[in-house]
T-cell receptor, first 115, second 114 residues
Framework: AQSVTQLGSHVSVSEGALVLLRCNYS??????LFWYVQYPNQGLQLLLK??????LVKGINGFEAEFKKSETSFHLTKPSAHMSDAAEYFC?????????????FGQGTILTVHP | SQTIHQWPATLVQPVGSPLSLECTVE??????LYWYRQAAGRGLQLLFY??????ISSEVPQNLSASRPQDRQFILSSKKLLLSDSGFYLC?????????????FGDGTRLSIL
């Protein structure tokens, strides 16, 4: 069974600073990994996905994530935080390769950006 | 392009009343469909998923049920709501082409039980 651990339920950065949100996964098969962002009272929006092509994945809004198999990690980064990045971020891993497409989500990390 | 609609956006219901939340997807056929609940300060809990009309799988035993009467319609129901049913309910869809496909979410329904 897959699992996802997001280290740090809250991360606070200054505007213009580096954003680093941590995600570690556990999977018995080569994983597919996703990062989502959720703004208050909205659904989840896909930021980026890793599907075994390039290990460095670029997403929307200047975010990127690097898949590191040896560390079982898929950390999300952005070089320079913007006030509009304040939101909750979820890391997710796919299921065991059935056609059901189920995802296992981490508990989420709330990103606060200070001016 | 594909879109997903959920309604209502907010709902306030008394304990013991029935519930019906609807979700429809446009622009795609034969999607996988999902219902999640997000309680305050917690992650996403998968409640139900469906891979076809009339095919419903329940992830967590509870006071809720789901139905898929049409290919792109997914309904979440309850006969008698409990206080613990409060939360943010999200519907999502994915293409039925394997585990490398992301899920796409609706805007959610905020359910408050009084």
């Amino acid at each position: 069974a897959q699992s996802v651990t997001q280290l740090g339920s809250h991360v606070s950065v200054s505007e213009g600073a580096l954003v680093l949100l941590r995600c570690n996964y556990s999977s018995s098969v080569p994983p597919y990994l996703f990062w989502y962002v959720q703004y208050p009272n909205q659904g989840l929006q896909l930021l980026l996905k890793y599907t075994s092509a390039a290990t460095l994945v670029k997403g929307i809004n200047g975010f990127e994530a690097e898949f590191k198999k040896s560390e079982t990690s898929f950390h999300l980064t952005k070089p320079s935080a913007h006030m509009s990045d304040a939101a909750e971020y979820f890391c997710a891993v796919s299921d065991d390769g059935t056609s059901y497409g189920k995802l296992t989500f981490g508990q989420g990390t709330i990103l606060t950006v200070h001016p | 392009s594909q879109t997903i609609h959920q309604w209502p956006a907010t709902l306030v219901q008394p304990v013991g009343s029935p519930l019906s939340l609807e979700c429809t997807v446009e622009g795609t056929s034969n999607p996988n469909l999902y219902w999640y609940r997000q309680a305050a300060g917690r992650g996403l809990q998968l409640l139900f998923y469906s891979v076809g009309i009339g095919q419903i799988s329940s992830e967590v035993p509870q006071n809720l049920s789901a139905s898929r009467p049409q290919d792109r319609q997914f309904i979440l129901s309850s006969k008698k709501l409990l206080l613990s049913d409060s939360g943010f309910y999200l519907c999502a869809w994915s293409t039925r082409t394997g585990a490398n496909q992301p899920q796409h979410f609706g805007d959610g329904t905020r359910l408050s039980i009084l």
